[in-house]
Nanobody, 128 residues
Framework: QVQLVESGGGSVQARGSLRLSCAVSGLPFSAYDMGWFRQAPGGNLQSVAAINAPGSDVYIVDSVKGRFTISRDNSKNTVYLQMGSLRPEDTAVYYC?????????????????????WGRGTQVTVSS
């Protein structure tokens, strides 16, 4: 039984920072690629970032590139999303997920690689 527990969300002012964590259990974490996704109010689920199993390659969506960083600690079975220079349009529920694969290339959408269970999500609210 795979379990993903997101945490670290909250309310922050624009230009602020926040770090999200996703604790993973029920699978050999270090063998799997991971991703972060978000759903804004009234919006569709969108890819935010992804990282391959060893943590040597990352994907960052253009809208947050230069502001967000994805990382992982395989000794702690945890993947992180460090968010800086936050904007009101970053307001969303943020989810992590296990990926079937990781691709190198700017035309890849990690949404197409999601499998298994989603976490509960964590709310991020950015005020202007």
């Amino acid at each position: 039984q795979v379990q993903l527990v997101e945490s670290g969300g909250g309310s922050v002012q624009a230009r602020g920072s926040l770090r999200l964590s996703c604790a993973v259990s029920g699978l050999p974490f270090s063998a799997y690629d991971m991703g972060w996704f978000r759903q804004a109010p009234g919006g569709n689920l969108q890819s935010v970032a992804a990282i391959n199993a060893p943590g040597s390659d990352v994907y960052i969506v253009d809208s947050v590139k230069g502001r967000f960083t994805i990382s992982r600690d395989n000794s702690k079975n945890t993947v992180y999303l460090q968010m800086g220079s936050l904007r009101p349009e970053d307001t969303a529920v943020y989810y992590c997920a296990v990926l079937r694969s990781f691709m190198i290339g700017d035309d890849w959408n990690p949404l197409n690689a999601v499998f298994g269970s989603w976490g509960r999500g964590t709310q991020v609210t950015v005020s202007s």
